[in-house]
């Protein structure tokens, strides 16, 4: 069973920085994308960066400029540094890793880790 685990979330002001890490249980080529999601509450869940198993990466224009997605292949984990963090970053910030396979995908999520940002 593949298990992916986020750490890193917790309190700060805003213009404050955070780094979030998601540990896979197997190495991170195996998955096609591994991704952060977030969901602030009463909305729906939200693509903030992923990163593809050959390195292209994708952001949320909401956060271009101040957050970025890496991975350190060695570790089996995938991080994202927050910078100029604002109140609207508020969220439940998920991990997830996905696999396809012919017309279909396997998705893995974390537990989700809580960032909230003051003003």
């Known amino acids: 069973q593949v298990q992916v685990v986020e750490s890193g979330g917790g309190l700060v002001q805003a213009g404050g920085s955070l780094r979030l890490s998601c540990a896979a249980s197997?190495?991170?080529?195996?998955?096609?994308?591994m991704g952060w999601y977030r969901q602030a509450p009463g909305k729906q869940r939200e693509l903030v960066a992923a990163i593809t198993s050959g390195g292209i990466r994708n952001y949320a224009d909401s956060v271009k400029g101040r957050f970025t997605i890496s991975r350190d292949n060695a570790k089996n984990t995938v991080y994202l540094q927050m910078n100029s963090l604002k109140p609207e970053d508020t969220a439940v910030y998920y991990c997830?890793?996905?696999?396809?396979?012919?017309?279909?995908?396997?998705?893995?999520w974390g537990q989700g880790t809580q960032v909230t940002v003051s003003s």
């Open positions: 997830n890793a996905v696999f396809f396979r012919g017309g279909s995908r396997d998705d893995y």
């Open positions: 197997r190495s991170i080529f195996s998955f096609n994308a």
